[in-house]
């Protein structure tokens, strides 16, 4: 089995791998700065969720080939008996079309416009619930589980392989919580509302109107990192299947003496994340 990681070009025709040029409107960068998130930008065609669920669908077998490369896996994560999360992190190393997709231009345009700077990859997440008895993913902030890197410029683009609403457990946003303070994580795959206990009272009345995200597959969001997001139970008859990428501009850096992630060597604190396992983009 071979680590794709340690190429850092496409290996296969499925995307768009010209020279990136900007897909976002000047309105929609302002609206991400504003609002802490944008949805509904179309990234990916049918053909290509189609070879990527094809992809993840093997990855739901314990026993596939390349097993050992990933940096988490949970066939399971949900801490709630009756709901079933699949949460993985590290499925470029894998297969070709996870691979591929950081590389895919209008993907590192997007990155680039709205960090401001040069996109460098941090790492991937897959998130799949299936139908009836997908589980939650709690409401969060995405820095709170990476203050292992310093400055905070990162960015997540969210990308359904499905079509997603709020019956099959798609994602929401708090608009303009991105100007909060971090706030204590929660359990990322317990309950909904664990991190209401940390919240003012203006906050918790935020958290009461969210913007339920409807998006067809492919037509991915984007938001910063402070923004708090979650999302539903899936209890439809349908999957809810979503490839996740986390950019950090280049030049952020380590902040810790132990790995960045599981099987990835130590980044010194204070040197800028770079080489195999975080390749620059664009």
Same mark, same amino acid.
Request: charged share 20%; aromatic share 8%; net charge negative.
């Given at each position: 089995? #071979?680590?794709?990681?340690?190429?850092?070009?496409?290996?296969?025709?499925?995307?768009?791998?010209?020279?990136?040029?900007?897909?976002?409107?000047?309105?929609?960068?302002?609206?991400?700065?504003?609002?802490?998130?944008?949805?509904?930008?179309?990234?990916?065609?049918?053909?290509?969720?189609?070879?990527?669920?094809?992809?993840?669908?093997?990855?739901?077998?314990?026993?596939?080939?390349?097993?050992?490369?990933?940096?988490?896996?949970?066939?399971?994560?949900?801490?709630?008996?009756?709901?079933?999360?699949?949460?993985?992190?590290?499925?470029?190393?894998?297969?070709?079309?996870?691979?591929?997709?950081?590389?895919?231009?209008?993907? #590192?345009?997007?990155?680039?416009?709205?960090?401001?700077?040069?996109?460098?990859?941090?790492?991937?997440?897959?998130?799949?619930?299936?139908?009836?008895?997908?589980?939650? #993913?709690?409401?969060?902030?995405?820095?709170?589980?990476w203050t292992r890197t310093?400055?905070?410029?990162?960015?997540?683009?969210?990308?359904?392989?499905?079509?997603?609403?709020?019956?099959?457990?798609?994602?929401?946003?708090?608009?303009?919580?991105?100007?909060?303070?971090?706030?204590?994580?929660?359990?990322?795959?317990?309950?909904?509302?664990?991190?209401?206990?940390?919240?003012?009272?203006?906050?918790?009345?935020?958290?009461?109107?969210?913007?339920? #995200?409807?998006?067809?597959?492919?037509?991915?969001?984007?938001?910063?990192?402070?923004?708090?997001h979650g999302s539903q139970?899936?209890?439809?008859?349908?999957?809810?299947?979503?490839?996740?990428?986390?950019?950090?501009?280049?030049?952020?850096?380590?902040?810790?003496?132990?790995?960045?992630?599981?099987?990835?060597?130590?980044?010194?604190?204070?040197?800028?994340?770079?080489?195999?396992?975080?390749?620059?983009?664009?």
């Amino acid at each position: 089995m #071979v680590d794709l990681s340690t190429t850092h070009e496409p290996v296969s025709n499925l995307f768009d791998h010209g020279e990136p040029s900007d897909v976002l409107t000047a309105e929609q960068v302002e609206k991400f700065h504003q609002d802490g998130y944008i949805d509904g930008i179309p990234l990916l065609d049918d053909q290509q969720c189609d070879a990527l669920c094809n992809e993840l669908s093997n990855f739901f077998q314990p026993e596939h080939e390349g097993r050992e490369l990933w940096h988490e896996y949970h066939t399971n994560e949900s801490t709630i008996p009756e709901q079933t999360l699949f949460h993985a992190l590290g499925a470029w190393r894998l297969r070709p079309g996870f691979h591929d997709l950081l590389w895919h231009a209008p993907v #590192v345009a997007a990155a680039r416009q709205l960090l401001g700077a040069p996109p460098r990859f941090w790492h991937d997440q897959l998130f799949c619930k299936p139908a009836h008895h997908g589980g939650v #993913v709690a409401w969060h902030q995405d820095y709170s589980y990476w203050t292992r890197t310093q400055p905070m410029q990162h960015l997540t683009c969210w990308i359904p392989l499905d079509d997603c609403d709020e019956e099959n457990g798609s994602i929401q946003y708090v608009a303009q919580s991105h100007r909060w303070d971090l706030i204590a994580k929660p359990e990322l795959a317990g309950e909904m509302d664990g991190i209401r206990e940390n919240l003012t009272a203006e906050q918790r009345e935020a958290m009461d109107h969210p913007h339920q #995200v409807i998006a067809r597959r492919g037509h991915a969001a984007f938001h910063h990192p402070l923004t708090v997001h979650g999302s539903q139970a899936n209890a439809s008859d349908r999957p809810r299947r979503v490839a996740v990428l986390n950019f950090i501009a280049d030049g952020v850096t380590s902040a810790t003496d132990e790995p960045l992630l599981e099987g990835v060597p130590v980044v010194p604190p204070g040197e800028p994340l770079a080489g195999q396992f975080f390749p620059r983009l664009g």
